[in-house]
């Protein structure tokens, strides 16, 4: 069986440049639906930790 790791932003905003950052849902829920419909192993990590996706 194939593992997935998925890695996600940790940082919502750059203050160097007073930008918003971060990722859409649909950006990780589509390919991690298409993942374990496929019967492979996903794990998620953010550069922070943690248990929450913000």
Excluded: C, Q
């Excluded at 069986?1 to 203050?15: C, E, G, P």
């Excluded at 950006?27 to 496929?38: G, M, S």
Aim: aromatic share 8%; no cysteine; hydrophobic share 45%.
């Amino acid at each position: 069986m194939k593992n997935i790791l998925f890695v996600v932003t940790s940082i919502h905003h750059i203050a160097e440049i007073d930008r918003k950052t971060g990722f859409y849902l649909d950006e990780l829920a589509i390919p991690l639906k298409a993942v374990v419909d496929n019967g492979w192993n996903a794990s998620i990590a953010s550069i922070k930790g943690g248990g929450n996706l913000r």
